[in-house]
Each structure stands twice: as C-alpha cells, then as structure tokens.
C-alpha cells in the first residue's frame, strides 16, 4: 500500500525536481524561492493526501492484527499457567478447571485504544499524512541549502517518504504487542486464585535494551502494566500457586530466579 503511494506521488515529484533542474542553470538555487515554489507546495498536499488515505489502511491493518493478539494472548496465557504449576497432572488439571476465559471482544473494549477516537488511532488518521510532507519539505529545504545537486535532493525526498512507513509499522508492531500484553494480564486478574502476579522477562538478545535487561528479573502485581518501549519484547511470567499454597506436602516448583542483570554479566 505504501509503494502505491509513492506511484502516486511520483509524477509531482518528477515536476519539482524539473523545475529544480531548470532554476539550477543560473547557480545555485535561493532557499526561499524553493519554498516558494508552487510545485512543492503541490507535492506537499499530495503527500499528505496520500499518506492520509494509507494510514486508513495502516489503521485497518492495526485494528485486525491486535484483535488477533487479544485472542492468541487469551489461550497463551493459560499455556503459560499450565506450565507453571508443578506438574502433577490430576491436580494441575484440577487448578486450570477454575480457570475464567475471557471474551476477546470485552477484552478489546477494556482496553479502548483502537477505539475510532483513541489518541493511537487518531494519530495515525490525522497527523501521518501532515507529519511527512512537512518532513519531505524540510529535508528538500536543507538539501538546498547544503548545495545539493537535483538528483541528490530527489534522493533525500525518497529517504523521507519512507520514514512514514517505518513509523506506521513501529505504530503496527507496538500496537499489537501492547494489545497481547494487557489481554494477557487481564487473564491473569481475572485469575487471582491461580496467577499471584508476573515476572518481567525480556528477550536477552543482542537487541535487548538496557532498561529491559535491568527490569529482567523483577516480580510485579497483576495491577502492575508492563510499560515497554516501541517494538519491545518482554513478556509477563506468570508466577502461579503452588501445591504448598493449597496445604499439600509437595516439595515447591524450582523457579527460574536469574535477572537481567545476572545474564549480561
């Protein structure tokens, strides 16, 4: 969709940068003409139409894939109680037997923000299209300024056009894995007897951010969110009874206690 967009705009652009080519004869170009110039202000409302029409798209794409996540955070989180618990089979099953499901629709209403007029949505419907023309138009301004060539200012023209994208799909992938995260917690408050509260676990990788690591390791109520950054990874463990919470003489489930910390030392 986003590819169609720059389709689009590329006959506007083509037209800017002619015009461009054609002030260039005399020397350099003055900044304040290029501002002035009625191609660029086309192009600037052309972008902004067009990115508009694509974040209704964007929009509609981020609406489906989070309404999957509330439904795939729904059965995941009871995978990760069932794996939690000590593991014997009759009294696990006896524990998960109490387990309230949750309607992935009174999930997604509690949670709001892909309501049509949630600052998330609204964003992305009001402020994408206006965000990068007024990009595109800056980035044009300094290359001019700089003393760039036509081609090179086309090229940067190109580069911004793309930050549009790259910021409705950081929107996408936060959106969805922020909806996943809370459905999963909302399970586990409505699970109080089984889930006592979570630990943060984040992805340990090469990518993992510093603050992710230090929070590694921490325990949490199930009042507590899990505030992560754009395109963060970590998750909730669920920190579940145990036998000896329900009187029994069975020696308690090995934890797993290492933190963040301990992993990058």
Same mark, same amino acid.
């Given at each position: 969709?986003?590819?169609? *967009?720059?389709?689009?705009?590329?006959?506007?652009?083509?037209?800017?940068?002619?015009?461009?080519?054609?002030?260039?004869?005399?020397?350099?170009?003055?900044?304040?003409?290029?501002?002035?110039?009625?191609?660029?202000?086309?192009?600037?409302?052309?972008? %902004?139409?067009? *990115?508009?029409? @694509?974040?209704?798209?964007?929009?509609?794409?981020?609406?489906?894939?989070?309404?999957?996540?509330?439904?795939?955070?729904?059965?995941?989180?009871?995978?990760?109680?069932?794996?939690?618990?000590?593991?014997?089979? %009759?009294?696990?099953?006896?524990?998960?037997?109490?387990?309230?499901?949750?309607?992935?629709?009174?999930? %997604?209403?509690?949670?709001?923000?892909?309501?049509?007029?949630?600052?998330?949505?609204?964003?992305?419907?009001?402020?994408?299209?206006?965000?990068?023309?007024?990009? *595109?138009?800056?980035?044009?301004?300094?290359?001019? !300024?700089?003393?760039?060539?036509?081609?090179?200012?086309?090229?940067?023209?190109?580069?911004?056009?793309?930050?549009?994208?790259?910021?409705?799909?950081?929107?996408?992938?936060?959106?969805?894995? @922020?909806? @996943?995260?809370?459905?999963?917690?909302?399970?586990?408050?409505?699970?109080? %007897?089984?889930?006592?509260?979570? !630990?943060?676990?984040?992805?340990?990788?090469?990518? !993992?951010?510093?603050?992710?690591?230090?929070?590694?390791?921490?325990?949490?109520?199930?009042?507590?969110?899990?505030?992560?950054?754009?395109?963060?990874?970590?998750?909730? *463990?669920? !920190?579940?009874?145990?036998?000896?919470?329900?009187?029994?003489?069975?020696?308690?489930?090995?934890?797993?206690?290492?933190?963040?910390?301990?992993?990058?030392?």
């Amino acid at each position: 969709a986003y590819g169609s *967009v720059y389709q689009r705009l590329q006959g506007q652009i083509n037209a800017l940068i002619a015009e461009l080519d054609r002030l260039a004869l005399g020397g350099s170009v003055p900044v304040w003409r290029v501002g002035k110039l009625e191609q660029l202000q086309g192009l600037r409302r052309q972008i %902004e139409a067009e *990115v508009n029409r @694509y974040a209704a798209i964007a929009g509609n794409e981020i609406e489906q894939g989070s309404r999957l996540a509330i439904v795939a955070s729904q059965q995941d989180a009871l995978d990760l109680v069932k794996a939690s618990l000590p593991g014997v089979t %009759e009294i696990d099953n006896g524990i998960i037997s109490q387990w309230n499901r949750l309607n992935p629709q009174a999930v %997604e209403s509690m949670l709001g923000f892909l309501d049509e007029d949630s600052p998330l949505m609204a964003e992305l419907r009001d402020n994408l299209g206006k965000v990068v023309a007024g990009l *595109v138009a800056a980035k044009l301004l300094e290359g001019i !300024t700089l003393g760039y060539n036509p081609r090179k200012v086309a090229g940067l023209i190109r580069q911004q056009l793309g930050l549009g994208l790259m910021s409705s799909l950081r929107t996408a992938r936060t959106a969805q894995l @922020y909806a @996943y995260r809370e459905a999963t917690r909302a399970s586990y408050l409505a699970n109080p %007897e089984i889930v006592k509260g979570w !630990t943060w676990r984040s992805a340990r990788d090469a990518r !993992t951010c510093m603050a992710c690591l230090a929070m590694d390791g921490t325990r949490h109520t199930n009042d507590e969110t899990l505030n992560d950054h754009h395109n963060g990874k970590c998750v909730m *463990v669920p !920190t579940v009874i145990d036998y000896a919470d329900l009187g029994l003489d069975v020696p308690r489930r090995v934890e797993q206690t290492d933190t963040g910390e301990d992993w990058f030392r």
